[in-house]
């Protein structure tokens, strides 16, 4: 018996053993097979032949199911992508189908779909039938198969009443496939036969028959072409390569007149493959950029990068450059030089919002070689790029974090710019971090990976204090351009003076009528949308709270909603305290929409508007809005942390920074760190072009270190201060961490599931700590109660084996657990 080995995309489950049909030949790593899995059929990925193929006994091979079919005849994910998916399953304990999934395109999958269809039986004993049988009777009694997912019954038990209903003979349940092995974008073309010619060339109307069309029985038709048959055949006599249909129905030419023409044998359908381009409007705007003049610093850094990739050996190199310094510049010339060696690059960006940009100037450098794949494209458009990667049009690929598995041939330099962003991390499973990742693909490879920040990350930076990574500096920014002024307004002092409701200072009021006065833009960070943080009732005390998560619900006033950011739970506004009716609901806190409200009144003669979450659900919605703010429409623009991130606007000359420390307050020992790396960053955007820039601070706590280092944009400084924290409090990056936090519905249940776990681990002599278990911070979150546990442990592998035994004792809790390896927050 031959065997297979298999990734299904499963949650926690590891490879499974197929057999293959005696006719069927071995697959290679990284094809697509079709496979059973319990009463569903998926497609998993092969991952290898399985071990024991020749000593089977009889009784396992009984169990063994077959694989249904193969989908592809050589390898759909290239072999190192597939390697690196399982080593991501490894390293942060989750199931191979999950990782390998992770890497997968768009419309990848094939997998069936429970439908049910009334029978004629079940048609007559409708009206004998009580309960949920009824119930489910009825929503089929239509005739149409119906998916079992949809049939929304009152109560539970549906699965349980089809499964009778079946069994009666009522109901016949079916798994239709969905889904196909290509997902490419096809058009039907229409082209002349050589009848059609014939006809097309003629000055006269025949007087005489054309020859049989086919299915006529042989029968010639009569020729009596009308006015719009005879205008399409003149069309197509002018595209020896055929026209598609939609443009001959632009023409008035529709499907009867088509249909009338194939039926008369002068014309034929064909369907031809068009891939989607999310470069084909800006493409047409590309202009080459003008040269840049490398400053000392940058040619120095360039230099070594450049003797690095061309050593073809991996080489990890922190690039620590100010902000303004010229990263991607730089980025730009190391990508010339190792594609003129042959190899690929990889740029990961860690927002949608930076993509456009960064993609375009690499567009512009090197062509149609270049790829883009994040998930702000639409799926045609992800799976037509994926191609074109996979097979050998790129040279360059620029996505976001779910790049790093992109299908490139032989890369040879991997960029991960920004590394510092939380944004690189995944929050469900695979948790994966992408700039992690993207390391191990660099070792793999052996590439030089690049992590570029003005703010690294404690864990880059420190590896680069240790000699594990290479550390590149660039202290200056390009054309020696200052950095920006920074002022810290303690709003201790402006609450004093004039009250507690105050968003905006005085300075910064002052600051923004002085650069709006000469045509100067400026930016206003807050990192928390909506309008109000909470509704309190002044005549009970209670609060407006999410009733699945231990949250207050955030206003949103444009919306006239209450929502929840965790689980989107929303409530119209209420006018009255639901708990006591009181008609005295205050609410409390502000967001960015109460800043832009705020603004507006302030300044009617300025345009404002507003970057978060809820102003750029839309497809192409940011994108937009940066542009119009790139191009001077717009005076002032506020949002949160995304307009902190790598952002050009060289007319911006003011940054102000609402609520600096709205993020300290958090039960993570990382807050300090974000909060550095924010107010850096931001601050970085102003004084990019000629005009010196200032930045505006508002605090309540000016003498926190991270907001005094930030205001000296210090890295150093910070890094000694923090790491000293952190070695203290044995914290990563000076230790490995795992957050393991299990869920339950009650929460005394999720702390007795919490406490086995915990026993468990603490029974063996392992090198590890563990914390806990406790409730987390967010307590209950989409109506589940949380509680987790720590390990604490140099040995990474150590502790995820020793999690993974304890788990598979208790595998009724291990459907309820999430494992996170290297946090990067722990709530």
Known sequence: MRLVSVAVPVPMLGP????????VAVPPVGARVLVPLGTRMMTGCVLGTANGAGGQDSARSTQIKEVVDVLDDRPFLPDDVVALAVWVADYYACGVGEAVAAAMPPRAWI?????????????????????LRRTVLEKLQAGAPVRVSSIDAAGRGVHA????????????????????????????????????????????????????????????????????????????????????????????????????????????????????DPFEVAAACVVPAPAVVLTGEQSRALAGL???????????????????????????????RVRAMGRGVLLLVPEIALTPAVAMTFRRAFGDRVAIQHSGLSDGERHDEWQRIRRGDVDVVVGTRSAVFAPLGTPGLIIVDEEHDGSYKQEESPRYNGRDVAVMRARHAGALVVLGSATP????????????????????????????????VDMREEYAAAGPDVILSSVLCESLTARLAVGEQAIVLLNRRGFATSVVCRQCGS??????????????????????????????????????????????????????????????????????????????????????????????????????????????TLVGVISADVGLGLADFRAGERTFQLLTQVAGRAGRGQVRGEAIVQTLFPDHYSIRHACRQD????????????????????????????????????????????????????AFRVLGPAPAPLSRLKGEHRVQFFLKGANRGV??????????????????????????TVL
Request: glycine share 8%; net charge positive.
């Open 16 to 23: 499974l053993t197929y057999a293959l049909p005696e006719d």
């Open 111 to 131: 997998e069936s779909e429970r439908h049910a269809h009334i029978t004629e039986a079940g048609r007559v004993r409708i009206s004998g039938e009580r309960g």
């Open 161 to 276: 009443a089809l499964v009778t209903l079946e069994r009666d003979g009522l109901v016949s349940l079916t798994q239709p496939l969905k889904g196909q092995a290509s997902a490419y974008h096809t058009v039907r073309i229409v082209t002349l036969t050589a009848q059609g010619h014939d006809i097309a060339g003629s000055d006269d109307e025949p007087s005489t028959p054309a020859g049989p069309a086919p299915g006529s029985g042989g029968k010639a038709p009569s020729l009596k072409l009308g006015e719009r048959q005879r205008a399409a055949l003149d069309l197509l006599q002018g595209a020896p390569d055929g026209i598609e249909a939609s443009e001959l129905r632009r023409e008035g030419i529709g499907a009867q007149t088509l249909a009338r023409l194939a039926g008369l044998g002068l014309i034929a359908f064909s369907r031809k493959r068009v891939e989607r």
């Open 306 to 336: 450049t003797t690095l990739a061309e050593a073809r050996t991996f080489q990890p190199v922190v690039l620590h450059g100010v902000t303004g310094s010229g990263k991607t510049e730089i980025y730009l010339r190391l990508a010339e």
């Open 457 to 488: 990350s404690l864990e880059s930076y420190y590896n680069a204090q240790n000699g594990r990574y290479a550390l590149s500096t660039l202290e200056k920014r390009v054309l020696d351009r200052p950095l920006a002024d920074v002022r810290v």
């Open 543 to 652: 609060t407006l709270e999410c009733p699945n998560c231990s949250l207050f619900l955030t206003v949103h006033r444009a919306a006239r909603r209450a929502r929840c950011h965790y689980c989107n739970y929303a409530i119209p506004v209420p006018r009255a305290c639901v708990k006591c009716s009181g008609e005295y609901l205050e609410q409390v806190g502000f967001g960015t929409e109460r800043v832009e409200q705020e603004i507006r009144a302030r300044f009617p003669e300025a345009t404002v508007d507003r970057v978060d979450r809820d102003t750029i659900r839309r497809r192409g919605a940011i994108a937009g809005l940066l542009g119009r703010f790139s191009a001077g429409e717009l005076d002032i623009l506020v949002g949160t942390q995304m307009l902190a991130k790598g952002h050009d606007f060289p007319n911006v």
């Open 715 to 766: 890295y150093l400084a910070f890094y000694r201060e923090e790491i000293k924290f952190r070695q203290a409090m044995r914290y990563p990056p000076t230790i490995g961490l795992i957050n393991a936090v299990v869920r339950s519905r009650t929460f005394d249940a999720a702390m007795q599931d919490a406490s086995e776990l915990v026993r468990i681990l603490r029974s063996g002599k392992q």
């Open 799 to 824: 502790m995820r084996r020793a999690l993974q035994a304890a788990l598979a004792a208790r595998p009724e809790t291990a459907r309820r657990i999430t494992v996170d390896v290297d946090p990067v």
